[in-house]
């Protein structure tokens, strides 16, 4: 495919002197039709015209009014088909995964886009890159100091850092700019949030702190109040801190941010609850001069939590969730909606076995994957669905063909017409 989108579509000659790309690549209209056909899903598209429900035989399907790719998701994949295409025959490399979905990943290699991966530690070796060739950064953007290597490479870099991202490491910049220690509410490992904190380390004396939810918030609170002390702070927070962090130092002026694909609630409480310890420890009336908090949930994150609240209403027999096992958006979609009914979290259409009936999915708040018969109920039944930012239309409508292929019922009828 790859290479008949080449050859069959107009190739813009590359500018010699641009080195660097953010507002894409001038190939959007040659590239939708390619990502329409690939991606779209004519299934999932009647559904939503019919008020985001279908019934055919004996379920019916509910789906979230958001879901699915959200806007800096389509971005970072339309620049990577733009890139490949306006540069036919440069090696073309990205760094790490362009999202964390393994089906639009798998389309992304078969269209001979190299994948750098990190060492265990989050780092990269950019050894095999040269300035004749193209990096693309994925959508959770890279580190400062990676951005610097790729510069004194001199490639051409194709930046499809989403511009929530941006917005989170204009905060995290601001807070160690005036003095402020940055407390993330993420995950030390994922991409993003190693990317974020970062930002930091470019001002002298930045310094950083990730907290993974609200247990570990506690700890902070409970060292800002004086009920812990440093060394069982420092080995509590091993690697998800900064070089040298001195929580006795560190901890005394504070700015609160997150990863973007959180789960807005809990960043939320998190901010909250740190900002009552610094108001306990110093007084309310230090509190402004001492604590700062911007919520930097991106806006597809929020949207996409808010209409499952909203489907919880009313809960449906059962919830499927779609979307990467890795995607941090889509986890937390899980955890939101196991709150409330029977849920299922699946990567992908084909763990569902519209044979056998068997489904593989991983385990709510776990990392093992499980296979479970007979999870489908026999009877009428009512089926929620939603899936993650980085999970395409043609994944969601893959899947509700094989829900209802299962049940009996052949979504074929559905679209002759």
Known sequence: MANQMTSSARIAAPDPEQRYYRRGLGLKKEVKPVLASEYGSALMSMVRDSGNELTAG??????AKSMGFCYGVERAVEYAYEARQKFPRHRIFLVGEIIHNPRVNSRIEQMNIEFI?????????????????VVIIPAFGVTHRDFEVLH????????TTCGSVLNVWKRIESYARDGFTAIVHGKTYHEETLATVSRAEKFEGGNYLVV?????????CAFIRGEMDSAAFMKKFAGACSPGFDPDRDLERIGVSNQTTMLASESLAIAAR????IADRWGAAELATRFRSFDTICSAT?????AVKEMMDAPPD?????????SSNTNNLAHLCARYTRTYHIEDAACIDDGTGRMSHKRIGGADILEEDGWLPPGEVEIGLTAGASTPSSTVGETIARILRLSGFDPATLLQH
């Open 58 to 63: 004996r379920v019916r399907i509910r789906m």
């Open 212 to 220: 993974l939810d609200m247990g570990e918030a506690a700890a902070v």
């Open 302 to 306: 929020q949207k996409r939590q808010d």
């Open 274 to 277: 740190l900002g009552e310890a």
């Open 318 to 326: 059962l919830m499927i969730v779609v979307g990467g096992y890795g």
């Open 117 to 133: 991966y990190p060492a265990e530690s989050g780092t990269f070796d950019f050894g095999i890159v040269s300035s004749s060739d």
């Open 152 to 159: 004194e490479i001199g490639c051409i870099v194709v930046d």
